[in-house]
């Protein structure tokens, strides 16, 4: 147990976003790592899509199925915001309610990027849907682990040929777009993005994501 003071009452929620290989599920174990060695310091991790009973079975839906290779842009979507809407309400809200801290790997942000500038859905029914499904939740933080599109795809090589993940599949410059779009994003809502150099080594992201959350929350 470390003696950093104890974390505020209200519930936190961060969530973490970039590509593939870009370094989101290394980091949230390292933080949450770093978390629950805070005394009273109570963690939550979780993803999307998934992080449900029910948004598991969607990811699977979306990600695995043999099925998929058929699905619309729009039915892609609308099953992100099926998942997310699920996740919010048993999950991410009774967390932060209770005062916990919860690290999401992936929320919103991934549908804007992904279904929006990646697969071009018109931003007006993107947000609707998008806010239909988070209802008023907003991450605390978000952040953005940023490589080249060439780094985080070299670094996922092995799964691309291990299993049939769609998004996985694309292309380089399709996940040149969502590198892009991330940026576009983040420097809309600075308040909310913190932008994180994923080509370093893991524990210097580690220290940068940790002295951020630190200042804010801490
Ligand atoms: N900063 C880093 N430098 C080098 N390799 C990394 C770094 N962060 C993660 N990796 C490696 O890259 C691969 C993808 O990381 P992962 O955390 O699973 O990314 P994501 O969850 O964003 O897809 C893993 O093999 C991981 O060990
Ligand atoms: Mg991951």
């Not at 770093?34 to 079975?57: K, M, S, Y």
């Not at 991410?92 to 929320?107: E, N, Q, T, Y």
């Amino acid at each position: 147990m470390t003696k950093e003071s104890e974390i505020t009452k209200k519930g936190i929620l961060i969530s973490f976003e970039g590509s593939e290989g870009c370094g989101k599920s290394t980091q949230i174990r390292r933080i949450a790592d770093r978390l629950e060695a805070i005394d009273h310091c109570d963690v939550v991790v979780t993803r999307e899509p998934g992080g449900t009973e029910i948004g598991e079975e969607v990811r699977h839906l979306l990600m695995h199925s043999t099925a998929n290779s058929a699905m619309h842009p729009e039915t892609e979507l609308l099953l992100f915001a099926a998942s997310r809407a699920q996740l919010v309400r048993e999950l991410i809200v009774p967390s932060v309610k209770a005062g916990k801290m919860v690290l999401c790997d992936r929320f919103l942000d991934s549908t804007t990027v992904y279904q929006g500038v990646a697969r071009q859905i018109a931003e007006d029914p993107l947000t609707q849907i998008n806010d239909f499904a988070v209802g008023d939740i907003v991450p605390d933080l978000t952040v953005v682990v940023d490589v080249p599109a060439e780094i985080g795809l070299e670094r996922i090589k092995h799964r691309i040929s291990d299993m049939p993940d769609r998004m996985e599949q694309e292309n380089v410059s399709f996940y040149a777009k969502v590198r892009e779009g991330y940026l576009i994003l983040a420097r809309s809502l600075p308040d909310r993005f913190l932008v994180v150099d994923g080509t370093k080594a893991p524990h210097e992201v580690e220290n940068e994501i940790w002295q951020e959350i630190h200042a804010r929350f801490f």
